[in-house]
């Protein structure tokens, strides 16, 4: 929108059309003209937009100005109206309408301007990948809480947490619940749990205040089918996990575009570059914990007096992957912690 | 006779003109003002827009408000007659 | 419920670096308060008869726990530990400083929370009903149409500026909790064709000096032509609304001057010439908002709770509480409980910090981390258990939060009248406390059933006096309070305006007469019949007469 200098002091009339004009007659100068001026009576008197914003509605093309008085506060009403240009008044201060107009506005609503509806912006095309790229970059040093509260303000309602509640999870858990504690929060139940896992689940569900943890359990069909007799776990581990583990946290997780873990860059070599947000399998996974430190989560935990899951002390809950499910998960740890690289799920959990 | 009220521009509270044009806080301490003076502390006032805000004059009598808007201006003085504002009023917080 | 994503925090996040850059050239003398005060008045400050006072939105009264959590922050650290729910559902701090402003602000955003168009002469918030998606008798929730409208009100480039202020409530049951025909559009899903949703509009409700009940303008105007309608009608009212006098600004002087008819036709002849496509809430979009408002997890569970049974029995006082504060709910084994802000002798729609952090933890654990503002002044938690509603009962107790008196008489709605505000004639908080105290015997109250008493400090009427089955109205008779008595008003479905019973009445003697009304009531009403029932069948007089009753 361009700032016209004032008119010269002079009793001739201007031509401008006051504000308080039936729009019938708006509408009748409109036609024919390339110029319109409308002058506001007073700030308050909003009726210069509606007339301008009905005369670009109903295909006036010609230049439409803005004259009487009006606050640079009001630039962007004008523009957003169908204004191309305002007409400023003796004294007025043209730097803090340019101010008003450098100012780059997010709109909700559609009008007669060209700015791009937030509606139609939240449509437009990025990919997943470009999106988590994005927020990595812009998160990578933030701490667990603003990373957390940036998940949950780039997928709002399709974001949900992983966890086994293992040895640290409450850390994970405890920071969910400060930022919002209706987020559900997925935990397998393989049916192979040890029962202190369980019960620290509820304890720790009820202290931190929860509200939304869903158990996701194999499907008792395919379980039936495929390991009638329960001892897959010994005879192919990588079947057993794929039925119990992968299968069923797969259809849990698909109706979230992210997901949080509990990962932290010190848990492993592999994971010394660990992102905040990274995308596997099509889905964004959110790291918060990424940039702790192993003392940095003891202090977490003393910090907010969070109870300690009750094998914490036993070495294996404090290996690579965390508590797996009991049987398979001693079988197999020792050889996950020292292969390459943990599996889709697995890695997902702390 | 007549004081002069205001707002404190940095926190709304309320404003009265005392000795030697210093601001107070108390009724009790504004300046009994008849109108010339009134009217001298009034563009006084009006000079210092980084305290004064919205100055204006209130009848008072032996230093109470006594005019129209008496009630109000003994409410102003004095604050809420109830409520969390007043600690010192039962069942406030 | 809604959560923002990066385009609402941005759009939050200018408003602040704008009104903070505003406060600092107001401090530092660069704008004048004539021009600094349309600016604030768009952020929510006003300046009062004591101090700032700053009007956070509630959006459609829904909070989480954060959210109230940060509203009891804000309360401790820049107030003086409490804040006052209004009648829109917004809470009000009554003495923040200029300079904090912008800190608050801040805060706020941080749980998504804003003070935008709190104030001015533009699109309020909306409201709706406070049991939305709590209750069996809707059509649907009611809150994404609330959130469409939010957003497609913020700083609405052509109506930022209108004659007057201008409320909108949308309700989605025949029940009406929201009173919509007390406001300027009110709205009511219906189903249309198809089965899909539409709105049945009310346009030209209002209060204030020149009182309207909203007529309907149209039966069923589809879902996706909703903004397109209300674009409509305010196009129509923007253009042809008074601006000459205050007092007969709002849209409903505008309607009765033209009649619902011809006001009907100067909104066609806007709606025929919209562009409609770029009003139409994308698809996708509908679905987004929609999702944020998807039912919590509810466990399926039996109709019947043993340990909520067996409390009733134990506890005397837990069993009133329940009967007078707990409501039905959709799912089995699950009500909404009303949490009252009207203890006896206090001030109606008050809230301490403390209080505020109680009630965030009880809606974490016990009601899916939700909270609602209800235009009552009290705060609802939607979704709790019957098996939690002793310890919810028993937290609330210990915090003075569990009076009994949801929708009693004791439940006043009040301003907060010439104590605080700088429009008021008279006070409102005292005449609501001495009726309370009068009245706090709750087993007169119970026998009294439901009855809404409403108290305004002046004839803008934000205590809705004349729609309360009794109101009470402050004016200045020569510098003393007066206060002037209606019955028979009514906010809901059968919605009415009190008639004024006769001359007001100096403060001391407003409860005693209604007293004497309520006493009346109970010697004619018939079995069963409500206060507001016997009104409507005898009309005012026999209420007239125990009011001006000799003492």
Not at chain 3, 46 to 51: E, I, S
Request: proline share 6%; charged share 25%.
């Amino acid at each position: 929108m361009r700032l016209l200098d004032p008119l010269p002091e002079t009793d001739e009339p201007d031509g401008a059309i006051p504000g308080d004009t039936p729009l019938a007659e708006v509408e009748a100068a409109a036609v024919g003209a390339n110029r319109l001026t409308i002058r506001f009576g007073a700030f308050r008197d909003g009726r210069g937009f509606s007339l301008a914003s009905i005369l670009r509605e109903r295909g006036y093309g010609g230049e439409l100005i803005a004259a009487g008085d009006l606050l640079p506060d009001q630039a962007r009403h004008l523009k957003r109206s169908g204004f191309d240009a305002v007409r400023l008044n003796a004294g007025a201060d043209p730097a803090e309408w340019r101010a008003m107009l450098a100012v780059i506005d997010t709109v909700y609503q559609p009008a007669s301007d060209v700015a791009v509806p937030v509606w139609h912006r939240r449509a437009a095309v990025e990919t997943l990948e470009q999106k988590a790229a994005r927020l990595d970059a812009r998160y990578r040093d933030a701490d667990p809480e603003t990373v957390l509260a940036a998940a949950h303000r780039e997928f709002p309602g399709r974001i949900a947490q992983l966890s086994s509640f293992g040895a640290e999870a409450a850390v994970s858990l405890h920071l969910l619940a400060q930022v919002d504690p209706a987020t559900p929060v997925l935990f397998l139940d393989t049916g192979q749990h040890f029962l202190q896992t369980l019960s620290y689940r509820d304890k720790l569900t009820a202290r931190l205040g929860l509200t939304n943890v869903k158990i996701v359990l194999p499907d008792a069909a395919e379980r039936a089918g495929e390991d009638p007799k329960n001892d897959m776990w010994r005879s192919d581990p990588d079947a057993c996990c794929d039925l119990r583990k992968v299968r069923p946290l797969g259809r849990a997780a698909a109706a979230y575009d992210a997901l949080i873990t509990g990962r932290k860059r010190y848990q492993a070599t592999t994971r010394e570059r660990l992102a905040v947000f990274e995308v596997l399998d099509g889905q964004v996974r959110v790291n918060p914990l990424a940039n702790l430190d192993a003392d940095e989560v003891e202090a977490r935990f003393d910090d907010h007096d969070l109870p300690a899951h009750p094998l914490a002390d036993q070495a294996t809950l404090r290996s690579v992957a965390g508590p797996a499910p009991a049987r398979c998960g001693r079988a197999r740890m020792p050889a996950r912690a020292a292969g390459p690289a943990p599996t889709r799920w697995s890695a997902a959990f702390t | 006779m007549k004081v002069l009220t205001a707002n404190r521009l940095s926190d709304g509270r309320v404003l009265y003109w005392g000795a030697q044009g210093l601001a107070t806080e108390a009724l009790a301490e504004a300046l009994w003002l008849d109108d010339a003076e009134a009217e001298r502390a009034l563009a006084s006032a009006a000079a210092r827009p980084d305290l004064f805000v919205n100055p204006y004059l209130v009848e008072v009598n032996a230093g109470e408000p006594s005019g129209r808007d008496r009630f109000k201006e003994f409410i102003r003085s004095t604050g809420p007659t109830v409520g969390h504002s007043r600690p010192d009023i039962e069942g406030a917080a | 419920m809604y959560r923002y994503d990066e385009f609402d925090h941005a759009l939050v996040s200018e408003r602040i670096a704008e009104f903070t850059d505003q406060v600092r050239r107001r401090v530092d003398g660069r704008l004048t308060e004539d021009q600094f005060k349309p600016l604030r008045l768009m952020n929510g400050v006003y300046l009062q008869l004591h101090a700032y006072m700053l009007r956070v939105a509630v959006p459609y009264g829904t909070m989480n726990s954060a959210q109230l959590k940060k509203l009891g922050h804000i309360a401790r650290v820049y107030d003086k530990g409490y804040g006052h729910f209004t009648t829109r559902t917004n809470i009000q701090y009554n003495w923040p400083a200029l300079s904090d402003l912008p800190a608050i602000l801040t805060e706020l955003a941080e749980v998504e929370m804003h003070a935008i168009q709190t104030s001015g002469n533009c699109i309020r918030n909306v409201t709706t009903d406070v049991f939305a998606g709590a209750t069996d008798e809707e059509i649907e929730d009611p809150r994404p149409w609330c959130e469409i409208i939010r957003q497609w009100s913020t700083i609405h480039p052509e109506f930022s500026f209108l004659p007057r202020k201008f409320k909108i409530a949308v309700i989605a049951s025949e029940t009406d909790r929201a009173a919509i025909r007390t406001h300027d559009v009110g709205l009511q899903i219906v189903r249309g064709e198809n089965g899909e949703t539409a709105f049945r509009v009310f346009v030209g409700g209002g209060q204030g000096r020149l009182p309207h009940i909203a007529q309907e303008i149209a039966p069923a105007v589809p879902g996706r032509e909703l903004l397109a309608y209300l674009t409509a009608i305010l196009r129509a009212y923007n253009l042809l609304g008074r601006r000459d006098n205050i007092h007969k600004a709002r849209i409903k002087i505008l309607v009765a001057a033209l009649g619902i008819d011809a006001f009907r036709e100067e909104v066609e002849r806007q709606f025929e010439t919209l562009r409609h496509e770029d009003l139409r809430i994308p698809d996708d979009e509908l679905a987004r908002i929609q999702a944020y408002f998807a039912p919590p997890p509810f466990e399926t569970l039996p109709k019947h709770s043993g340990p909520f049974d067996r409390a009733l029995l134990a506890d005397p006082d837990f069993a009133r509480w329940s009967r007078n504060n707990v409501r039905r709910h959709r799912a089995p084994g699950y009500a909404s409980a009303i949490i009252s802000l009207k203890p006896v002798g206090g001030v109606p729609g008050d809230m301490t910090a403390d209080q505020m952090d109680v009630v965030a933890k009880l809606a974490r654990r016990f009601s899916f981390d939700e909270v609602r503002a209800a235009y009552e002044q009290n705060l609802v938690l939607p979704h709790v258990k019957l098996d939690d509603l002793p310890e919810v009962w028993r937290t609330l107790h210990a915090h003075g939060l569990a009076t009994a008196n949801a929708d009693l008489v004791t439940d006043v709605i009040a301003c907060p009248g010439l104590d605080y505000c700088s429009l008021a004639n008279a006070r409102s908080i005292p005449v609501a406390q001495a009726l309370s105290k009068r009245l706090a015997d709750l087993d007169f109250q119970e026998k009294l059933g439901p009855i809404r008493v409403n108290m305004s400090g002046c004839i803008n009427a934000c205590g809705h006096h004349h729609v309360g089955h009794i109101g009470v109205l402050g004016v200045d008779r020569k510098g003393e309070e007066f206060y002037q008595i209606t019955v028979g008003g009514s906010p809901d479905e059968q919605a009415a305006l009190g008639e004024i019973v006769g001359k007001s009445l100096p403060a001391e003697d407003v409860a005693p007469a209604i007293e004497r009304a309520l006493n009346r009531y109970l010697a004619i009403r018939h079995e069963g019949e409500r206060f507001i029932d016997t009104v409507r069948r005898t009309g005012a007089e026999p209420f007239r007469e125990a009011i001006y009753e000799a003492a």
